[in-house]
């Protein structure tokens, strides 16, 4: 059974930074692609960030040059540093593992969903 545990959310100012932490479990990490998602109140979940498991990314525009995903196999974990936050970037960010990872999209894998982790970003 896959698990997934996001940390790293918490309260910033505009223009701040966060790194948030995703770990996991019950899969081979190391030949797995994962994701970075986000939902903010009344809206659907979108894809914000992919990691393929030779290390290509891609990102959301909204979100380029400013978010940067990054995986560590020795420790099961990835990793999304957030920097110039905006409050537009408020929101619940969930990882997902084990997915399709394709050049410029990541399609989720619905087993490997965690509870999330909240970035508040204020003005």
């Known amino acids: 059974q896959v698990q997934v545990v996001e940390s790293g959310g918490g309260v910033v100012q505009a223009g701040g930074s966060l790194r948030l932490s995703c770990a996991t479990s019950?899969?081979?990490?190391?030949?797995?692609?994962m994701g970075w998602y986000r939902q903010a109140p009344g809206k659907q979940r979108e894809l914000v960030a992919a990691?393929?498991?030779?290390?290509?990314?891609n990102y959301a525009d909204s979100v380029k040059g400013r978010f940067t995903i990054s995986r560590d196999n020795a420790k099961n974990t990835v990793y999304l540093q957030m920097s110039s936050l905006k409050p537009e970037d408020t929101a619940v960010y969930y990882c997902?593992?084990?997915?399709?990872?394709?050049?410029?999209?990541?399609?989720?894998?619905?087993?490997?969903w965690g509870q999330g982790t909240q970035v508040t970003v204020s003005s």
């Open positions: 019950g899969i081979t990490f190391s030949i797995n692609a």
């Open positions: 990691i393929s498991k030779g290390g290509s990314t």
């Open positions: 997902n593992i084990g997915g399709y990872y394709s050049g410029d999209y990541y399609f989720d894998n619905e087993a490997s």
